[in-house]
């Protein structure tokens, strides 16, 4: 089973940060989203980040909530997740970014346990803090997951400490207020936010919301460890006619996202 | 004061679920309300608030010919005569004011009816406040009357279109903008839920209704009534009536829900009567959800009821036993709506009707001249519509 440090490992020897590239299991379809899994790994993206559709998705924005919606429509599963990770894991490592609802409603431990045993690296949990983890922390030690808690733009210092402490494999820099979606230009509030966070942890720190482009992918890689894509990729297919020209879009992005972090 | 513990659960329930970006935003938070409520000036001021401008104390009625119809006496906290026709002008204005104590210049809400989204611009209006209320397209929709209002009072009305378009939406669509502005934006949440302090901060300000209740009700019988019952939606209502009753052991509290349909068919919002233990926006509590965890829509004839979620002091109650929750149905409440309104000229809020319905059922166990005490949580001026179609008044039974 690989993990992020062995991603972070390789870019590191490469001295460059790490793609890492988001997009919901079951979208746009179950057997597509196993397809642009595959294309993004093909094209340089070094960590993938599977989202778990869920039907309240606060921290997301209207790209990744369509494609939740649709995955949903599309009669998507959580246990389908387990399908995906299998078939795509052993390139790259394979994290699950979930809202705690559906796993706690799965059983924290047997969701740890079968994804695990799918080849998964680790869950990113964007409204559990650690303060409420208590039961993913035992699971994801028993079963040697990443567990990639979220630091904040408005994390206090104590804060920030014991978040980076409960984290395995590397700690998501939010780098702006706001929910998920490409954004023109990125946040002034990153450089700073991953400073702050490198005075309390030696981990990769993973830079995400609001990259679109190599130009800012280059631009992030400049200070962050690993450079985080989720609502531009999923736009390639929000924006296609059909499925396949979304993956040829998504082709052509990772490919500049990919050529954005070796600059 | 039952208290969550230090992290905000009371038991299993509760807790913060929320990004990490509005932690620190949730502990202000915590920190100003303990503080303003250790504050004279503030709970002074708020006093003063309450009684000029929202007409409190509401006044507990008897309700003579509808005890003499049902067997028991009938008593009626009556939150309808309050300021915009409900108990929700008791928790924004205490949210407001704490908003202004934070130095915080714009409120946003989430509103299902409209209910809380008026009595927010109100709160807004009041204390010159910048306000946006997030409100489900369909709401808008058949709220269109409470739309006016809320823009009358010079509120910003963003009509949400996603997921279900309805109340819960509304809040993920205000939990959002919370994040981006929680700089200067106070989030006025409408009921016991949400992520810790909201819970225990909109009890705080509710939990007059049954101070002022319990109080009423010694002086004027010199006991205790035998029950308290409410109607529980998200339940801001009906833990501003428990909180003092809680430790009068001899005080049955009874929570009514929406029972949609009837229970049976699975369109309700029953939560607690048919939900699961999950998180939804910011605690664990009972939730309508599926096999997965995705959240199941609820259905009600009341807006106002019409949510997959309750307030996390609402399940402990309920798993530990102090409180009773049972499900009321549309054609239940309705009966009791008409009921009241002919046996007492009131007509109450189609919420506040599950609550009297409930309490009218229990009524028939009880032994005769039990005191019943129904907080009659709302107006019914917003129901009309909901009223004439239900009713058919607009054709041959009203002509």
């Not at chain 1, 942890?201 to 919301?209: A, H, K, Q, R, S």
């Amino acid at each position: 089973m690989l993990h992020a440090a062995d991603a972070f490992a390789k870019t590191r020897a490469e001295e460059r940060a790490a793609l890492v590239g988001y997009l919901p299991a079951g979208y746009p379809t179950l057997a597509d989203s196993i397809k642009a899994v595959e294309i993004m790994i093909d094209h340089g993206a070094d960590i993938i980040e599977l989202g778990l559709p869920y039907s309240d998705p606060v921290m997301d924005g209207p790209a990744i909530q369509k494609a939740a919606d649709q995955a949903l429509a599309g009669g998507f599963r959580t246990r389908q997740v387990f399908e995906v990770t299998e078939a795509v894991a052993g390139r790259v490592p394979i994290l699950v970014m979930t809202y705690w609802n559906l796993v706690e409603r799965y059983g924290v431990e047997r969701f740890a346990r079968d994804f695990a045993a799918a080849g998964g690296a680790g869950l990113i949990t964007p409204d559990l803090i650690p303060d409420e983890a208590g039961e993913w922390i035992a699971a994801s030690d028993a079963h040697g997951l990443d567990r990639v808690f979220l630091v904040a733009p408005s994390s206090t210092e104590e804060r920030i400490a014991s978040t980076v402490a409960a984290c395995r494999g590397f700690v998501y820099a939010q780098s702006v207020m706001g929910v998920t979606g490409a954004r023109a230009a990125t946040s002034a509030a990153a450089p700073l936010l991953v400073e702050r966070t490198r005075k309390h942890t030696d981990l990769p720190i993973g830079v995400g919301l609001g990259v679109r482009s190599g130009d800012q992918a280059a631009e992030i890689g400049a200070y962050g460890d690993a450079v985080i894509v989720g609502s531009a990729i999923v736009n390639c297919y929000l924006e296609s006619d059909d499925i396949p020209a979304g993956h040829q879009k998504l082709a052509e992005l990772t490919a500049d996202l990919a050529e954005g972090v070796r600059r | 004061m039952p208290n969550p513990d230090a992290s905000g659960h009371w038991g299993e329930f509760g807790g913060r679920f929320v990004p990490e970006a509005l932690i620190a935003a949730l502990d202000e938070l915590e920190a100003a309300h303990t503080a303003a409520l250790a504050d004279p000036a503030f709970t002074a001021e708020l006093d003063k608030l309450g009684r000029e401008y929202g007409n409190l104390p509401s006044p507990l009625y008897f309700a003579e010919r509808l005890s003499e119809e049902t067997g028991v006496e009938v008593w009626l906290k009556r939150e309808d005569l309050n300021h915009t026709g409900a108990h929700k002008i008791r928790n924004v204005l205490g949210q407001a004011l704490l908003t202004k104590r934070m130095g915080k210049t714009r409120i946003i809400a989430e509103t299902g009816a409209g209910q809380h989204g008026v009595a927010s611009a109100t709160a807004a209006a009041y204390f010159g406040l910048e306000c946006t209320v997030y409100m489900g397209e369909e709401d808008t929709r058949r709220q269109a009357l409470n739309v006016a209002r809320m823009r009358l009072l010079g509120a910003e009305v963003v009509p949400v279109t996603t997921g279900s378009r309805t109340l819960k939406d509304a809040m993920n669509e205000a939990l959002r903008e919370w994040v981006a502005s929680v700089d200067h934006t106070h989030y006025l949440i409408g009921s016991v839920g949400g992520p810790a302090p909201f819970p225990q901060l909109v009890r705080d300000y509710c939990r007059g209704i049954g101070d002022e209740a319990r109080a009423q009700f010694l002086e004027r019988t010199g006991s205790l009534p035998d029950v308290v019952a409410a109607c529980v939606g998200g339940g801001s209502n009906a833990m501003g009536i428990f909180t003092a009753f809680l430790d009068d052991a001899d005080v049955k509290l009874y929570g009514f829900e929406a029972g949609g349909d009837g229970y049976d068919t699975g369109r309700h919002a029953a939560t607690i009567t048919a939900g699961q233990i999950g998180v939804l926006h910011g605690a664990r509590t009972f939730v309508l959800q599926d096999e997965d965890g995705q959240t199941i829509e609820s259905h009600s004839i009341s807006a106002g009821l019409d949510y997959p979620g309750v307030g996390p002091e609402h399940a402990h109650l309920a798993a530990t036993g102090r409180a009773a929750y049972e499900p009321v149905d549309d054609a239940e409440a309705m009966a009791a709506l008409e009921k009241l309104a002919r046996t007492e000229g009131i007509i109450c809020a189609i919420e506040s009707a599950h609550g009297l319905a409930g309490a009218l059922r229990l009524a028939k166990g009880l032994k005769p001249g039990a005191r019943v005490l129904v907080n009659l949580s709302g107006r019914g001026d917003k129901d009309m519509g909901n009223v004439v179609e239900y009713f058919g008044f607009a054709n041959e039974k009203g002509a």
